[in-house]
């Protein structure tokens, strides 16, 4: 599996100290959701069910760790939820 150019994008936002932007779940979720609309909001959501959904923990991970995100998980569960929290909200 091969990381969507949205996923990528959204990835990105997941800055170091973001907690100090946006100290919630929900506001973080806010925070890298916001900038995808129409089309690509579609893509994005379809890309990150279709991960968490199908991809094996080794494959989840390493697309993570594929993007320029800052933020890291404890466990690939924790990962997995935190996509499937931002797919339930596109």
Request: zero cysteines; charged letters at 35%.
């Amino acid at each position: 599996m091969q990381a969507a150019p949205e996923f990528l994008i959204f990835a990105r936002w997941y800055i170091q100290d973001i907690d100090r932007i946006a100290p919630t779940l929900e506001e973080l979720y806010d925070f890298g959701l916001r900038r995808f609309r129409g089309e690509e909001r579609v893509r994005l959501r379809q890309f990150i069910d279709r991960a968490v959904r199908e991809a094996s923990d080794a494959t989840l991970e390493r697309l993570w760790n594929e993007t320029d995100a800052d933020i890291y998980f404890p466990t690939v569960q924790d990962l997995r939820a935190f996509l499937a929290g931002a797919g339930d909200r596109l």
